[in-house]
């Protein structure tokens, strides 16, 4: 192998290693909680968008309808959601947050942002917009692929 494709997949693993690192951390944090990264998704996605069919869920967080399904359920038996049926076809079932949710939504987003404060805390203004502007690249990279 060339140098270059050797020094490209050294920092490719160093950054997996990094953001695996980060993910742990997060994960860590939520487990202090009764959610997991993915319930916390689900509440996030309701908090931003509002009601969502089951369906738009499964499509919007990328799951299977069944696992969106077993995931709404756990989170309608923790009363962090509320599950309706359309007055005009009984067939559509659409969730949204609970008042519990909403609580619930708006005291992690302020501990997620904490936690992120505290991160990047020793970081310049300068190189976090350059970190912004090379993770937004990556994120469009893989929205792409």
Known sequence: MNKI????????????HIFSRIARRIRHRMSQETLTLGQYSLLKLLFDSGPMTVGDVADQLELSLAG???????LVNQKFIVRSRSESD?????VQLSPMGQVQVDNLQLQRKEFLNHIFAHISEEDL???LTLMERVAESGERG
Do not use: G, H, Q
């Not at 009984?90 to 659409?94: E, G, L, P």
């Open 5 to 16: 494709v050797v020094d490209r997949n050294y920092y490719i693993e160093k950054l997996d």
């Open 68 to 74: 969106a399904s077993a995931m709404i359920d756990r």
């Open 90 to 94: 009984r067939r559509v079932v659409s």
């Open 129 to 131: 917009k350059t970190l």
